[in-house]
């Protein structure tokens, strides 16, 4: 049984991802391919398998080898039901839950390695450079990001002295995603108010989390002046650690929707931490 782990980090282009990862898994010959499910390979890794001629399975958070017998598992029906299966055919790509990659090694007994220099297949597309396209500034959707950080409507309301800080608000939160490389999220009261949308401009209904926004799969998630309700709670169900700020000791977040709430001022948290986080 050989299996062969592939550290795959960072931006690739898909027309010379995917002909590099085949001929990685080709030149493997490996009878498990292991790879963590970052957005770069659960875009790629499909047709490079399909070319390579290789089984896949994706969000993977367990294996277990019993001489030539491995069985992964995975979550199905929404995180309700653990499913473990396991495959014959050979070579078999586990595409493995990105915060889990490094654990699964280590019991697999394997080292991630680099791929292979040069192991991409001849391509007709050259790249001379990258365009930023639009001109809707940097994203701050970040779904490799360790950490979301969702912005809720309070930001934008009346705080303790009876005026609005949103040019406060709009610097507070950048300077913190600067400094902790952050994704953005949003409550639905955020994105659909006019004013916020003047004053927060690197925000959009893109980075609404919840019900009829998004559900994003970061490891850790930290709402502040959020109310924490059930329609948008039910946009971080793949978020197993989860922290909160908000003025209110009754929040929805304190209704057993987080695991910790600081009842604080969320302006002068994320000041302070953004502080620390120089
Ligand atoms: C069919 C349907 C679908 C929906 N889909 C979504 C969805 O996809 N996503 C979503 O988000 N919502 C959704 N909603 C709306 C949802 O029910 C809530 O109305 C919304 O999430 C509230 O947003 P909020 O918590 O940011 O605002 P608010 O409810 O206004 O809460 C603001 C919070 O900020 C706190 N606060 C104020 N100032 C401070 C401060 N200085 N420090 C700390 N805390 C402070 C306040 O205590 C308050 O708890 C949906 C609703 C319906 C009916």
């Not at 650690?241 to 209704?255: K, S």
Request: glycine residues 10%.
């Amino acid at each position: 049984m050989k299996i062969v782990a592939f550290k795959i980090e960072g931006n690739g282009i898909y027309a010379q991802d995917v002909p590099a990862f085949a001929e990685a898994i080709k030149g493997a010959q490996a009878d498990v391919v292991l790879v963590p499910g970052n957005s770069r390979v659960k875009r790629a890794m499909p047709a490079a398998a399909c070319r390579a001629g290789a089984e896949i399975d994706t969000n993977v958070v367990e294996l277990a080898i019993e001489g030539d017998k491995v069985t992964a598992s995975r979550w199905a029906y929404r995180q309700r039901i653990l499913v473990k299966f396991s495959r014959a055919a050979r070579p078999w790509v586990i595409v493995t839950d990105p915060a889990l990659f490094g654990e699964i090694c280590a019991k697999a007994g394997v080292t991630a390695a680099e791929l292979p220099a040069g192991a991409a297949a001849a391509t007709r597309t050259t790249t001379n450079g990258v365009v930023a396209a639009g001109n809707g500034g940097e994203s701050t959707i970040k779904p490799d990001a360790q950490l979301l950080f969702v912005a809720g409507a309070g930001w934008t309301k009346k705080q303790a002295d009876g005026a609005l800080h949103l040019e406060d608000a709009a610097a507070t939160i950048k300077d913190f995603l600067a400094k902790s490389g952050a994704s953005l999220g949003s409550s639905k009261s955020l994105v659909d108010m006019p004013e916020a949308a003047a004053a927060l401009t690197f925000m959009s209904h893109m980075n609404q989390v919840g019900q009829t926004g998004s559900t994003p799969r970061h490891a850790k998630g930290l709402a502040t002046c959020c109310h924490g309700e059930e329609p948008h709670v039910v946009g971080w169900r793949f978020i197993n650690e989860r922290r909160a700020v908000n003025l209110d000791a009754n929040c929805g977040w304190a209704q057993g929707k987080a695991d910790v709430l600081y009842v604080a001022d969320a302006f002068a948290v994320t000041k302070k931490v953004a502080e620390l986080l120089g």
